[in-house]
């Protein structure tokens, strides 16, 4: 089973070198140094990737995410939380599917269920559900050609099938 240590090191691991400026993600799903993948942790891994490539994009700073017209609108001190360019740009920050950030009564009245737990009702719902679009005949034909001259090269003889 997963923990949630293993979460927030693999966010780590992957954050900071995309901070550095690396493009690729590795590892996704991968427990056990790599001698295993896990479809809840696969799943964790795609929302952690989804936050990691947000932060790397960076925040837009300007009088709009600022809000200095609503600041001058409401005042200073006064309640922001309900003025419409709040809600608009709370709506711009990351969005997570299986962080549950509901208060604790709320999150045990839904079944106390933690982060790997929701990951794998996710990964299984995933599985069962998820119908991948095909692929253009042209890329199957392509496909299929790249196979047979690997076939060909390592002198691998297809059996004829009976009919």
């Known amino acids: 089973m997963v ?12 954050l900071l070198p995309a901070l550095a400026g ?6 996704l799903g991968m427990i056990e140094m790599g001698m295993t993948i896990d479809y ?3 799943v964790m891994d795609n929302e952690f990737a989804k936050m990691i490539k ?6 837009a700073v300007n009088d709009e ?10 005042g200073v001190g006064k309640d922001f939380l309900s003025h419409d360019s709040t809600y608009k740009h709370m709506k711009s920050q990351s969005q997570p599917k299986l962080i549950d950030r509901t208060i604790r009564e709320e999150w045990e009245a839904a079944g106390s269920r ?13 599985l069962e559900n998820h119908k991948p679009d095909p692929l253009p005949a042209d890329i199957l034909a392509t496909i299929r050609s ?11 003889h297809k059996t004829k099938e009976k009919t």
């Open 22 to 27: 690396a493009n690729l993600i590795y590892g």
């Open 54 to 59: 947000h932060t790397v994009q960076g925040i």
């Open 146 to 156: 790249i196979v047979e001259e690997a076939e060909e090269e390592l002198g691998v």
């Open 114 to 126: 933690d982060i790997y737990q929701r990951a794998l009702e996710e990964a299984r719902f995933i």
């Open 40 to 42: 809840g942790q696969l």
């Open 3 to 14: 923990d949630a240590q293993a979460g927030h090191e693999k966010t780590l691991t992957g």
């Open 65 to 74: 995410t600022l809000a200095v017209d609503a600041i001058k609108e409401i």
